[in-house]
């Protein structure tokens, strides 16, 4: 019998956990399992399309956030009537659901890790149920670290498989050309996680400051959040060149159409939206937090900072501002890391390796 493996994640938002499920599961069913998607509550549902179009079948479940025991019995009854034979987990509630589930169905636990912040009764949780796992996954080189370290999994259960392959056809964003405004963008939730109100303070800064940037520039926050009513107080308040346009359909376009990506959250894993500015072809300034400490190389492809250091962001700002013709020469240099470090050929390969381990699991004990 093939494989049958039931997806578990949170929601079905369009965020950095769930858009990329459909990479991965290509990547599973091309080793031979059957990958079909169940998710806790649906959230805005904006990762469903694309799930859908790849053959996942999603099935979301009519609940909330925090009806913990009914979401239980929703996964005893939905994977086992859908036949699994196992259970890969993704981010915090069904990791931790999974986890207390899944032995109990005689099922293998795959554990995949994406968060750098964990809530500490998550953190807590996760670490006593660390045990019922038969493998864990970090999609990074900063969660396998953490993974190890908070939740104390040991190194011949933890696997490393980053969560993003670089697409060489994405569209490259076209060099910033004198007279012209100078676009900054970023892509993400405006959420205090994401350290918006940090870039905010940081141009407020630097017009406080008396700095006058050689080019006309404007900043765009594409997302949405609860933080949008004071991110746009303080925007007024500074009368900044800055604009939350909401979420936009079509990232690949939008990032094509910046010129310099920024990136100030406080806590992140991987940081998808980076990555893919980084593929598009664009320099990056961004905290020193999660894979992008790792990625990023200061003063080539981009700048990095303490999270959180609004002198420092304000630096960043007005280095690239002050010499904008060198932005082009970085973003390329951006794209060429990211397409080598980050490829399909790798991306695959990593999941086929775990494949194998997932594969050799066979039904455990309750």
């Given at each position: 019998?093939?494989?049958?493996?039931?997806?578990?994640?949170?929601s079905v938002?369009?965020?950095?956990?769930?858009?990329?499920v459909?990479?991965?599961?290509?990547?599973?069913?091309?080793?031979?399992?059957?990958?079909?998607?169940?998710?806790l509550?649906?959230?805005?549902?904006?990762?469903?399309?694309?799930?859908?179009?790849?053959g996942?079948?999603?099935?979301v479940?009519d609940?909330?956030?925090?009806?913990?025991?009914?979401?239980?019995?929703?996964?005893?009854r939905?994977?086992?009537?859908?036949?699994?034979?196992h259970?890969w987990?993704?981010?915090?509630?069904a990791?931790?659901?999974?986890?207390?589930?899944?032995?109990?169905?005689?099922?293998?636990?795959?554990?995949?890790?994406?968060?750098?912040?964990?809530?500490?009764?998550?953190?807590?949780?996760?670490?006593?149920?660390?045990?019922?796992?038969?493998?864990?996954?970090?999609?990074?080189?900063?969660v396998?670290?953490?993974?190890?370290?908070?939740?104390?999994?040991?190194?011949?259960?933890?696997e490393?498989?980053?969560i993003?392959?670089a697409?060489?056809?994405?569209?490259?964003?076209?060099s910033?050309?004198?007279?012209?405004?100078?676009?900054?963008?970023?892509?993400?939730?405006?959420?205090?996680?994401?350290g918006?109100d940090v870039?905010?303070?940081?141009?407020?800064?630097?017009?406080?400051?008396g700095?006058?940037?050689?080019?006309?520039?404007?900043?765009?926050?594409?997302?949405?959040?609860?933080?949008?009513?004071?991110?746009?107080?303080?925007?007024?308040?500074?009368?900044?060149?800055?604009?939350?346009?909401?979420?936009?359909?079509?990232?690949?376009?939008?990032?094509?159409?910046?010129?310099?990506?920024?990136?100030?959250?406080r806590?992140?894993?991987?940081?998808?939206?980076?990555h893919?500015?980084?593929?598009?072809g664009?320099?990056?300034?961004?905290?020193?937090?999660?894979?992008?400490?790792?990625?990023?190389v200061?003063?080539q492809?981009?700048?990095?900072?303490?999270?959180?250091?609004?002198?420092?962001f304000?630096?960043?700002?007005?280095?690239?501002?002050s010499?904008?013709?060198?932005?082009?020469?970085?973003?390329?240099?951006?794209?060429?890391?990211?397409?080598?470090?980050f490829?399909?050929?790798?991306?695959?390969?990593?999941g086929q390796?775990?494949?194998?381990?997932?594969?050799?699991?066979g039904?455990?004990?309750?």
């Open positions: 019998m093939r494989p049958r493996i039931a997806y578990l994640i949170n938002e369009g965020g950095g956990a769930a858009l990329p459909p990479a991965i599961a290509s990547v599973l069913r091309a080793c031979g399992a059957q990958v079909r998607v169940f998710a509550t649906r959230r805005d549902g904006r990762a469903l399309p694309a799930m859908a179009q790849a996942l079948d999603p099935l479940r609940g909330g956030e925090t009806d913990h025991l009914a979401a239980h019995h929703w996964i005893k939905e994977v086992q009537a859908w036949g699994a034979t259970l987990t993704s981010l915090s509630r990791t931790i659901l999974g986890l207390l589930a899944g032995p109990g169905m005689h099922l293998p636990v795959i554990a995949w890790q994406h968060a750098a912040f964990l809530k500490p009764w998550n953190r807590r949780l996760l670490r006593l149920l660390q045990a019922r796992a038969s493998l864990w996954v970090a999609d990074s080189e900063c396998a670290e953490l993974t190890r370290d908070r939740l104390k999994v040991p190194a011949d259960r933890l490393l498989w980053p993003f392959a697409d060489p056809s994405m569209p490259t964003a076209r910033w050309q004198s007279g012209e405004i100078l676009r900054i963008g970023s892509l993400g939730r405006l959420h205090p996680v994401k918006y870039l905010v303070a940081a141009l407020a800064e630097l017009a406080r400051n700095f006058r940037a050689p080019v006309s520039f404007e900043v765009t926050i594409a997302g949405e959040g609860t933080e949008r009513a004071s991110l746009e107080a303080e925007i007024a308040a500074h009368a900044l060149p800055m604009r939350l346009p909401g979420y936009v359909e079509n990232p690949r376009d939008y990032l094509a159409a910046q010129h310099l990506y920024v990136q100030p959250s806590s992140e894993g991987f940081c998808i939206a980076a893919e500015a980084m593929s598009a664009l320099p990056v300034i961004a905290s020193r937090v999660g894979e992008l400490g790792f990625t990023i200061p003063g492809t981009g700048w990095v900072r303490p999270p959180g250091d609004v002198g420092a304000a630096q960043a700002l007005r280095m690239a501002l010499d904008p013709d060198k932005l082009a020469a970085m973003g390329q240099a951006s794209r060429a890391l990211v397409l080598e470090r490829s399909q050929a790798r991306f695959e390969a990593a390796a775990i494949w194998r381990r997932v594969a050799a699991l039904p455990v004990r309750s």
